[in-house]
């Protein structure tokens, strides 16, 4: 078999592969949406729910899961961008910097029950914050954090050195050269790390299981220092140990379809912004 031939079979492989995944995608997401569909309304969207989750709404779980996501980016997108910038931008390479990433790496192939334990052990007991959202959010930052470090940090090392070498020929200091050239170009690369967070900590059901999921909470939160419902731990309860969990199975397609297009929302928006920032750069 000559080069040209083999070519050809990788590419076609390539793009069986990517095809298939494509399909499994769109067949994972239409047979939710078609079960869950049948349920979604108006009511479903803004009542409380009623009758052992049963009967009514999913709204203080959608408030909930949303507290919880702003709540955990809030903390983790600073301390994650931040920290990436100290390793490309400050630490020099050696055995340090090579330890550090491997435990970043390391810490984001953590199973997210450990975090969850950890959440519940430091969190909730030793700072005494409780079964609340700062705990809840807190235990899904240090989830999401060395993802936006990784995505970080190789957002910064793809801007050419051209640049760096640009303004401080022109006399900027280091921090200047960081904060109106390097960060500039690389901070749609930068969002693409928080999108990922987003998926991410939006699904978790392990963390805020120990943390802040309320089984059964018809009302919406008033602190921080509060239990609430959640997306995740709310579709667990209903497909898995619900009182009917054959009458709630409906239901639960359509809690699992909210929660799809809240982070289909919030990855559009951030997707937007990644892009019109793009544009005002050129």
Same mark, same amino acid.
């Given at each position: 078999?000559?080069?040209?031939?083999?070519?050809?079979?990788?590419?076609?492989?390539?793009?069986?592969?990517?095809?298939?995944?494509?399909?499994?995608?769109?067949?994972?997401?239409?047979?939710?949406?078609?079960?869950?569909?049948?349920?979604?309304?108006?009511?479903?969207?803004?009542?409380?729910?009623?009758?052992?989750?049963?009967?009514?709404?999913?709204?203080?779980?959608?408030?909930?899961?949303?507290?919880?996501?702003?709540?955990?980016?809030?903390?983790?997108?600073?301390?994650?961008?931040?920290?990436?910038?100290?390793?490309?931008?400050?630490?020099?390479?050696?055995?340090?910097?090579?330890?550090?990433?491997?435990?970043?790496?390391?810490?984001?192939?953590?199973?997210?029950?450990?975090?969850?334990?950890?959440?519940?052990?430091?969190? +909730?007991?030793? $700072?005494?914050?409780?079964?609340?959202?700062? %705990?809840? &959010?807190? #235990?899904?930052?240090?989830? /999401?954090? @060395?993802?936006?470090?990784?995505?970080?940090?190789?957002?910064?090392?793809?801007?050419?050195?051209?640049?760096?070498?640009?303004?401080?020929?022109?006399?900027?200091?280091?921090?200047?050269?960081?904060?109106?050239?390097?960060?500039?170009?690389?901070?749609?690369?930068?969002?693409?790390?928080?999108?990922?967070?987003?998926?991410?900590?939006?699904?978790?059901?392990?963390?805020?299981?120990?943390?802040?999921?309320?089984?059964?909470?018809?009302?919406?939160?008033?602190?921080?220092?509060?239990? +609430?419902?959640? $997306?995740?731990?709310?579709?667990?309860?209903? %497909?898995? &140990?619900? #009182?009917?969990?054959?009458? /709630?199975? @409906?239901?639960?397609?359509?809690?699992?379809?909210?929660?799809?297009?809240?982070?289909?929302?919030?990855?559009?928006?951030?997707?937007?912004?990644?892009?019109?920032?793009?544009?005002?750069?050129?």
């Amino acid at each position: 078999m000559d080069a040209k031939r083999k070519q050809q079979v990788v590419f076609t492989a390539i793009k069986t592969m990517s095809f298939l995944v494509v399909a499994i995608l769109v067949i994972i997401l239409g047979f939710i949406f078609i079960n869950g569909i049948q349920v979604i309304s108006w009511d479903f969207l803004t009542k409380m729910p009623e009758d052992g989750m049963l009967k009514g709404g999913i709204f203080p779980a959608i408030v909930g899961t949303v507290c919880l996501i702003f709540g955990s980016m809030l903390f983790a997108f600073p301390i994650g961008v931040l920290s990436g910038i100290y390793m490309n931008e400050y630490l020099k390479e050696g055995p340090i910097k090579q330890f550090i990433r491997l435990m970043t790496d390391n810490l984001a192939g953590i199973p997210s029950i450990v975090f969850g334990l950890f959440g519940m052990a430091f969190f +909730v007991n030793k $700072l005494g914050f409780g079964d609340s959202i700062l %705990a809840g &959010s807190l #235990t899904l930052a240090i989830l /999401a954090i @060395p993802v936006i470090i990784r995505t970080t940090e190789e957002a910064l090392r793809s801007v050419d050195k051209t640049y760096r070498e640009a303004s401080y020929a022109l006399g900027a200091t280091k921090l200047h050269t960081i904060k109106k050239v390097i960060l500039p170009i690389a901070f749609p690369n930068i969002l693409t790390g928080f999108i990922l967070s987003v998926g991410r900590v939006s699904g978790e059901t392990a963390p805020i299981l120990f943390t802040v999921a309320a089984y059964f909470l018809p009302k919406l939160p008033q602190s921080i220092m509060e239990q +609430v419902m959640a $997306l995740p731990y709310h579709l667990y309860v209903m %497909a898995t &140990s619900g #009182t009917d969990i054959e009458k /709630a199975r @409906p239901l639960a397609y359509g809690t699992a379809l909210v929660l799809i297009f809240i982070v289909l929302i919030c990855n559009l928006a951030a997707n937007i912004i990644r892009n019109r920032y793009t544009k005002t750069k050129k």
